[in-house]
């Protein structure tokens, strides 16, 4: 029906998405905004590359309200297009399904589409092609979101639709069961045809202990195949109420017109729950190292990939979660990481390197390093190479240059997520979501600049402990004579790991 979302919710969001854009503008010869990367202009001497611009504010003139039922808006002006991209996003994803009902928040994601009493199964969609305009939905672990991208002058047929289908969605048996075999396929397509994404389930439900995150985001099969349309529409009389929503409106639009149209559509919509907080079981203390293999014919690239549980940025202390994710830009993003650098380049070891911290999320989290090996080094050889470089970063921690480095690279890729209204309703839309407001989003760059060589060493040396590390490889088995169905792919972006379609 419509184009599927591709944004693994692996990085945080002010960081997310624009990193390529980041790079477009350098190819492009532009000039680079002030408080992008200066690195990318080659000739800074090291005390200029030192040297760290002022902080800049994220969303300057976003402006945020609440209706009386509850229900978050956040406005996000942009008059560069006649264009609107308008947002929900549910308080709610695959971590608050009820035990042995996992799946059921995705399912429901699907179930939205089967109309209202005025507004029959397909009707919204027709609309919204009908005056060439897009949409899609996304649910995740902490949240699930339904967006539209239009002409401005549709904005209020969207709010009405969608105000729509968050009081009045109708279910039947006859249209819903159909539909739950289109999530199994869907399964079929992105998980169990595919060995990389397994294992990727079986880590994660290895790495968590306790943590509803061990259970992948579109649910075990098992449990899929028992879902119906009650146990759909209890879910969402539950969480897909107006105090449990936020509405973000990002594009060329008036807040004070948003405002107006928001109370007559939204405003409208009774509260029909109290959801409160989420209140999920908590991560015991990890106290042994834990290893998972998945050996499978359709492998054809082996790999490795290492996790540890860390704080997001809602349960971090104060300038952890930054630290941590300075930790993360240091060790494994991009080409001049040092994974990166060391595994492939220099000692060519390692066809490809990298790592990720899952910054927003509403309980503890990940950190996460892979690489693959060349041809000729094996996985043990490539995971001792792989320690040796977390190792040091253990010992000696960073420098402030590559520290100062890190911290342009990251505020810069935040300050060019600006420039696309969709992303900046996204970052606003995950943070909030996940437990961050609208000031915190602002004032990220400031927070990040405040971290020192001594935060991040304090960080790897408390969270990347070799004896509570996660392992898991990814192998060739032996032919069994069956017909493949499909080629192991790296990196993974599946299931449990960020938002699905």
């Not at 993003?333 to 060391?342: K, M």
Request: charged residues 20%; without cysteine; aromatic residues 6%.
């Amino acid at each position: 029906m419509t184009q599927p979302v591709s944004v693994p919710a692996t990085v945080h969001p002010l960081r997310a998405r624009l990193a390529a854009a980041l790079l477009t503008v350098a190819l492009a010869g532009l000039p680079i905004p002030a408080g992008a990367d200066t690195a990318l202009q080659g000739s800074a001497t090291a005390t200029a590359a030192n040297a760290l611009p002022p902080a800049p504010e994220i969303g300057g003139n976003v402006t945020s309200f609440t209706l009386g039922n509850g229900l978050q808006v956040v406005v996000v002006p942009d008059a560069r297009a006649p264009v609107v991209t308008h947002m929900v996003w549910y308080k709610v994803g695959s971590a608050d399904e009820p035990k042995g009902k996992s799946g059921i928040a995705h399912y429901l994601e699907h179930l939205m589409f089967k109309g209202t009493r005025d507004n029959p199964a397909g009707a919204f969609s027709k609309k919204v092609s009908e005056i060439g305009g897009q949409e899609n939905a996304f649910t995740s672990n902490d949240y699930t979101g339904y967006f539209q991208r239009v002409a401005k002058e549709h904005l209020p047929l969207m709010m009405r639709l969608e105000a729509d289908r968050m009081a009045n969605l109708r279910l039947v048996e006859a249209t819903a069961k159909p539909e739950l075999q289109v999530v199994l396929e869907e399964r079929s397509q992105r998980t169990d045809n595919d060995p990389s994404a397994q294992l990727g389930e079986a880590m994660e439900a290895a790495l968590y202990q306790a943590s509803p995150y061990r259970i992948p985001v579109i649910g075990w099969r098992h449990e899929i195949e028992q879902l119906t349309y009650k146990d759909a529409m209890a879910f969402y009389d539950l969480w897909y109420t107006p105090n449990n929503a936020v509405l973000i409106v990002a594009g060329d639009v008036d807040p004070a017109a948003v405002r107006k149209l928001a109370e007559e559509t939204y405003g409208k919509v009774p509260r029909r729950a109290e959801p409160g907080i989420r209140n999920r079981p908590t991560e015991p203390e990890a106290l042994a190292s834990r290893t998972v293999t998945l050996a499978d014919e359709r492998v054809n690239q082996p790999s490795l990939r290492m996790a540890w549980v860390v704080p997001s940025y809602r349960t971090a202390a104060k300038g952890e979660a930054e630290a941590i994710d300075l930790l993360a830009e240091v060790v494994g993003s991009g080409p001049t990481s040092r994974l990166y650098r060391e595994l492939v380049i220099d000692k060519g070891l390692a066809a490809s390197a990298g790592g990720y911290y899952q910054s927003t999320a509403w309980d503890d989290t990940k950190i996460m390093f892979y690489a693959t090996p060349r041809d000729g080094v094996t996985l043990d050889q490539l995971k001792a190479a792989v320690d040796e470089v977390l190792a040091a970063v253990v010992r000696d921690g960073v420098s402030e240059t590559e520290l100062n480095r890190a911290k342009r690279k990251i505020v810069a890729n935040a300050i060019h997520a600006q420039d696309s209204q969709a992303s900046l309703a996204r970052i606003f839309g995950t943070a909030l979501t996940t437990g961050s407001t609208v000031e915190d989003v602002r004032t990220w760059p400031a927070k990040v600049y405040a971290v020192t060589p001594d935060d991040v060493k304090k960080a790897a040396t408390t969270y990347l402990r070799k004896d509570i590390a996660t392992t898991a490889f990814l192998v060739s088995a032996p032919p069994t004579g069956k017909k493949p169905t499909a080629r192991a792919q790296w990196p993974v972006a599946g299931p449990g790991s960020g938002a699905i379609r």
